[in-house]
């Protein structure tokens, strides 16, 4: 709980100022790639490290996880079709081949039809996604955020103890 | 670039590695150890396991299989094992070992604790197997003769106290019988008495009646009544078929395929010999006497083996059964560009043994191809062990078991030889007591199993023996006729043939001193048994009395009955029939002449000839 708390409020601390549009559209397409696409995959090991090692932000992340993991469910069936498309595609047959036969691809099961078809979809979206973010972040600073700030919501997250306690232990760490 | 975060990454990647190294050993080897228990039937007990999954290893200090038939002892103990797994089909949840390395290995060992496992419930109820089956029939035929009295044979049988033990089937099941047939009869008697058939017939014979061609007078009126009495005629012929379905019905009922002199003979057959049995006369016969003398001894160890062969049919089906295709959601479809990674969930390729048995041999083999799915491995199970000792006795097992084809196919060879006779009785009947003053031994045995069929012969020579008779030997006649027969003899060649290949399991043994023994036994005891069988024939079918004859003579006199009964009911529908078709004549004849005399008069009022 404290985790999430902490995460929400960061997140809307970056989103007033702190971090710059690249660092959360970063997060927020790296959290897409993870929601979209089947969470146990050795592909979301490696955006993971992705989020560790760059300053993105990781409030972000959660954010589009959560976000896309619901819709990936309702679009699974479109995946799967994707996928069978991709795989069947005859002018990749040899491609596929070659990485099947390389132990290091095949760990990743691109041959899994939601998998790739779900990866490719994402990796695609992120095209626009990126720069998308980036516009909406400086907008909703430009324009929301103050309303956010007012909301009950904000009010009330500001006004737990958890989050008095998560500003004490920032204030702390400096 | 978040230096916290590559920190934060590498402690949870050391932590994990660490948790799962130092929990790891443990899991499997519980898990591996139930697995093999249930598979086993007794205890498997594993110590020491090491799984080191930086160089790609397993290891441990002790392996120990109990035996299910004495928990207190094990079928095979190993000492230090190490195996090498593949990396990479790791990741598709398959285990390949390359090589496996078992030393020490030792058979028929004592243990310290006992070794008796509980098998699941779900186990336990498990369907038992065609192999299982035979493992039961091949036991069974073992027993039947191994206890079988030749020489003792009571002449002086007390038939009324065997009587009273004897619980004899035949003639309830005779009256059983009769009751049924009865029951039946009485089922019969009622459906001919109230069939409506009788009632038909008499509606229509009224009918009949009722039509006075005589006073008939116009041609339409003669047309309706012979449409009438087609009418008839058609119902007629519909009581006829309802009557020789009701004929059919009974011969169904009572016809011999229900009912056979047959069966009756073989309940008190059956009787009979469950007398024979309960005064073990035996049948003096090559076949008998051998199984008696040799059968035990040479059959004991068989079914156990066979046990080997029903543990690998059945997980080898088990495990090959695991790779089920399944499209979830979420879960999508797998695509196989190649057959690069068509493993088996479970494929050891080799290993090489090496241990002694309980006797000394030291023996030394490979085992290879050791799979969850043949197909997928394209290699049969295969073994081939085999040892010597320093006085010269040598032991081989070789086999495959091939489950590539749709029939699953098994064959073992295993020879045992130059194992010294000197002291031992080459027999456990009482037929030959005689200790061995020198010999060796040698057992063969080929079993071969295609599906459901059978082919096995299992061997035994016992070579340069003479018998130790003792010094005052048994003045009894046979005993003296057998030791006369044997003392020339230095060498017995059995040879046990179990198959089904025509239909049911048959065991058939036979020595090269079977002759030999026959001529003994008919010579002294034969006149005797047959004495014996027939006081007890005699006296078994004087307790079924004429229960046989009684039945049929109920049975034709009441099937007589039923006859007569349904003849006269044919003999009522065939009557009736001529009567409605002599009705259709006489009408037609009537209308004939009413349609002539029509035609007469217009001629004679308009002048025209119709005729």
């Known amino acids: 709980m404290f985790l999430i708390l902490k995460y929400i409020a960061k997140l809307l601390k970056a989103l007033s100022s702190e971090a710059s549009p690249n660092q959360l559209a970063g997060g927020f397409v790296l959290g897409m790639i993870i929601g979209m696409t089947p969470v146990l995959s050795i592909h979301n090991l490696f955006i993971l490290i992705l989020v560790i090692i760059f300053k993105v932000n990781v409030g972000m992340v959660i954010l589009a996880f959560l976000i896309f993991s619901g819709i990936a469910y309702l679009a699974d069936p479109l995946f799967h079709s994707f996928g069978i498309w991709m795989l069947e595609h ?38 626009p996604m990126f720069p998308l973010t980036k516009i909406g972040v400086v907008q909703y600073r430009k324009h929301i955020h103050e309303k956010v700030m007012k909301t009950k919501f904000a009010k009330a997250l500001k006004g737990t103890k958890l989050y008095s306690v998560y500003q004490t232990v920032v204030r702390v760490r400096g | 670039m978040r230096i916290k975060g590559i920190i934060f990454l590498a402690v949870v990647i050391i932590l994990g590695f660490l948790i799962s190294w130092m929990s790891i050993d443990p899991i499997i080897e519980s898990e591996i150890e139930y697995q093999a228990s249930v ?50 089909p790791t990741w598709w949840e398959r285990v390949i070992i390359e090589d496996v390395i078992f030393k020490d290995f030792k058979m028929d060992t004592e243990r310290e604790t006992d070794g008796y496992f509980e098998i699941p419930e779900e186990e336990k109820n498990a369907e038992p197997s065609f192999v299982a089956q035979l493992v039961g029939d091949v036991t069974s035929e073992i027993s039947r003769n191994a206890k079988m009295e030749f020489t003792d044979i009571k002449t002086n049988i007390n038939v009324d106290s065997l009587m009273s033990k004897l619980d004899l089937q035949a003639p309830e099941k005779i009256d059983s019988l009769r009751n049924g047939l009865n029951n039946n009869y009485q089922k019969w008697d009622s459906t001919l008495s109230n069939t409506k058939i009788n009632s038909e017939i008499d509606n229509i014979e009224k009918t009949i009646n009722n039509i006075d061609v ?35 019905d009974f011969q169904d009922d009572f016809g011999d395929s229900k009912f056979s002199v047959g069966r009756i003979d073989n309940w008190i057959e059956g009787d009979f010999q469950q007398a024979m049995n309960m005064a073990k006369l035996p049948n003096i016969n090559p076949g008998n006497i051998a199984q008696s003398l040799f059968g035990e001894n040479l059959l004991a160890d068989y079914s156990g083996y066979l046990e080997y062969v029903a543990l690998a049919r059945k997980y080898g089906s088990r495990l090959a059964g695991e790779d089920k295709e399944k499209i979830e959601r979420y879960e999508g479809k797998d695509y196989k560009f190649s057959d690069k990674y068509e493993w088996p969930k479970l494929w050891i390729q080799n290993i ?121 030997p048994s003045d009894d006649k046979i005993q003296q006729l057998i030791r006369n027969a ?95 078709e002599d009705k259709k004549k006489e009408l037609e004849k009537k209308k004939k002449e009413l349609e002539d005399s029509l035609k007469d008069k217009i001629q004679d009022k308009i002048g025209i000839d119709w005729k």
Do not use: H
């Open chain 2, 352 to 472: 090489d043994l090496s241990g002694e048995t309980k006797t000394a041999i030291q023996l030394a083999g490979q085992i290879t191809n050791i799979s969850s799915d043949q197909k997928k491995t394209k290699e049969p199970i295969k073994f081939n062990l085999g040892g010597k000792d320093d006085s010269n006795r040598s032991m081989s097992l070789t086999g495959e078991f091939n489950y590539l084809n749709d029939e699953p196919v098994e064959t073992i060879n295993f020879t045992y030889d130059g194992f010294g006779l000197k002291g031992s009785k080459i027999s456990p009947s009482e037929l030959l007591p005689y200790p061995l003053e020198t010999g060796t031994g040698e057992v063969s045995a080929s079993v071969s199993i295609v599906d459901k069929r059978f082919d096995s012969e299992i061997g035994y020579k016992a070579k340069g023996i003479s018998f130790d008779f003792g010094e005052n």
């Open chain 2, 486 to 580: 044997v003392s020339s003899t230095d060498q017995i060649n059995v040879t046990a043939l179990v198959d089904n290949l025509d239909g049911p399991l048959k065991v058939k043994v036979r020595s090269n001193i079977d002759d030999l023994f026959v001529n003994a036994l008919k010579s002294t005891v034969s006149q005797e048994i047959d004495a014996a069988r027939q006081k007890i024939e005699s006296r078994v079918r004087n307790e079924i009395g004429d229960r046989k004859e009684q039945l049929l003579a109920f049975k034709e006199e009441k099937e007589a009955e039923i006859r007569k009964e349904y003849e006269k009911l044919e003999a009522r529908v065939n009557e009736e029939i001529k009567k409605v």
């Open chain 2, 39 to 88: 598979a086993n039937g007794a205890l498997v007990e594993i110590e020491g396991l090491d799984i080191d999954i930086i160089d790609l290893k397993i290891r441990w200090d002790k392996l120990q299989v109990a035996n299910p038939e004495n928990t207190m002892t094990n079928t095979f103990e190993t000492g230090e094992m190490e195996l090498d797994f593949l990396f990479w």
């Open chain 1, 90 to 127: 005859e002018n990749m047959q040899a491609t596929w081949t070659g990485m099947y036969n390389n132990e290091l691809w095949a760990i990743t099961k691109f041959y899994n039809t939601v998998v790739i078809g779900s990866l490719v979809s994402a990796v695609l979206l992120c095209i």
């Open chain 2, 214 to 248: 005589k006073n008939i007078k116009d041609p339409k009126k003669a047309i309706a009544a012979i449409k009438n009495v087609q009418k008839l005629a058609k119902q007629v012929d519909s009581l006829k078929t309802r009557a020789q379905n009701l004929k059919n």
